[in-house]
């Protein structure tokens, strides 16, 4: 799953409804396993895909309620900004998302090959066997 965003900056609405399609993603997953408990996602945010992490953190708790996620940990790697530089014909991750050139040769590029994802890698689901509720 993927979703793309590219607005510069996060608002409460924006995380809720990422939040919420986080949720049932996991939640569909933990029903093909037999309804286990979800107890962590792992995401992959890119630094320009706008999505502020206390604002999503706070959405995912509240959107888990009552799923089989409800307590689960969202476990965030960061994705910095990647460029294509046409000069070095290379992929460069950018020193800071505010200037888009390249950091070894100085190439100004709008050229954006990685930063705005907001992908969802993996989940650990409970192990059925050592449920202890
Ligand atoms: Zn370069």
Redo the contacts with the bound molecule.
Sequence with gaps: MTFVNTRPYGSGVHELSIAMSLVEAASEEARRHGDVRVEALHLRIGVLAGVVREALAFSFELAAEGTPVAGARLIIEEVPVTVA?P??Q?E?ALASPQEFR?P????ATGHVVAGRELVLTALELEDHDSANR
């Design positions: 530089c000069t070095c290379a460069r390249c070894v040769c100085g190439t």
